[in-house]
């Protein structure tokens, strides 16, 4: 199956600083998305995007297909973006077009 | 708004005692997925529907059961839980498989604790 790493596992942050999340996948996809798990377990739609760029925001993501990785921004951070970010993606050769999910990157945004 | 609904939101149950979890949506998506979510790792999925059509992932134990009475509503059956199964239990659905329609949306969650 695909294999999906993201990077770093950890990042902490003064409020108002800019961070990159990195997502690499090991395999063509045609469904990408990330996730903010909040701190009651819900996961957060934050972008769909199998390729190109989205901008939410403070938020923007970047997905390079034919590199197999993708970027996700997160600019001014806030105490309110604290939580797990995952990535997770999606293939046509995988039954039900299932999401595999990376590790997730844990971000703290401290005042 | 539209959305997936799960209940209850935590459930308490002893060693052994089957447990149902639902899940229901007001999408009107073809696809509602199961994932098990424990502590500090990644969503994992246990199965899915397109429409009445179950899969099964080739790792989910029989011990876990799922149910898909009409497209609104999605049940997680555990048959006789063991404390290996205590998680956070989260529902998905997406409109199709296909690229473009294969955006995956989840519910909150419910929390199973095994005593």
């Known amino acids: 199956g695909i294999q999906v790493e993201q990077s770093p596992p950890d990042l902490i942050l003064q409020e108002g600083a800019n961070s990159t999340l990195r997502c690499n996948f090991s395999?063509?996809?045609?469904?990408l998305q990330w996730f903010h798990q909040n701190p009651w377990g819900q996961l957060i739609n934050l972008f769909y995007?199998?390729?190109g760029t989205k901008q939410n925001g403070r938020l923007s993501a970047t997905t390079v297909a034919t590199e197999r990785y993708s970027l996700l921004y997160i600019s001014s951070s806030q105490t309110t973006d604290s939580g797990v970010y995952f990535c997770a993606v999606g293939s046509d050769k995988a039954a039900g077009n299932k999401l595999t999910f990376g590790g997730g990157t844990r971000v703290l945004v401290k005042p | 708004d539209a959305m997936v609904i799960q209940n209850p939101r935590y459930q308490v149950t002893q060693f052994g005692k089957p447990v149902t979890l639902s899940c229901s949506q007001t999408?009107?998506?073809?696809?509602m997925y199961w994932y098990q979510q424990k502590s500090s790792q990644a969503p994992k999925l246990l199965f899915h529907y397109y429409d009445k059509d179950f899969n099964n992932e080739a790792d989910t134990p029989d011990n876990f059961q799922s149910r898909r009475p009409n497209t609104s509503f999605c049940f997680l059956d555990i048959r006789s839980p063991g404390l290996g199964d205590a998680a956070m239990y989260l529902c998905?659905?997406?409109?199709?498989?296909?690229?473009?329609?294969?955006?995956?949306?989840f519910g909150p969650g419910t929390r199973l604790t095994v005593l």
């Open positions: 395999d063509s996809v045609n469904n």
């Open positions: 998905a659905t997406s409109r199709d498989w296909a690229g473009g329609l294969n955006e995956q949306f």
């Open positions: 995007i199998p390729s």
């Open positions: 999408l009107n998506h073809n696809v």
